[in-house]
């Protein structure tokens, strides 16, 4: 299950989300979009979302911090969405 986060620099959030992620020794990719600006791109392609983080799992948006712990909270998250 490929998970990929989209950050930016003193997001809390994204934080958070990365702590879950390595709590729960999930693998992840970050892009950070200002130190690749390319990945700021990449995600206007993929999503409308304009806060941070971003993340998707398997290629599909799940959104952000709030719903990836909805994600765990429900047992979900280890298995693909």
């Given amino acids: 299950m490929k998970i990929e986060v989209y950050t930016r620099p003193g997001c809390g959030y994204c934080n958070h989300a990365k702590k ?21 791109e990449e995600l206007q392609t993929r999503t409308n979302g304009r806060t941070f983080p971003q993340i998707f799992i398997a290629n599909q948006s799940i959104g952000g911090f709030t719903e990836l712990m909805a994600l765990d909270k429900s047992g979900k998250l280890a298995t693909p969405v």
């Avoid at 020794?25 to 990945?39: G, R, S």
């Fill in 20 to 40: 879950l992620l390595d709590n729960r020794q999930l693998t992840y990719v970050e892009y950070d979009v200002y130190q690749q600006p390319e990945h700021f």
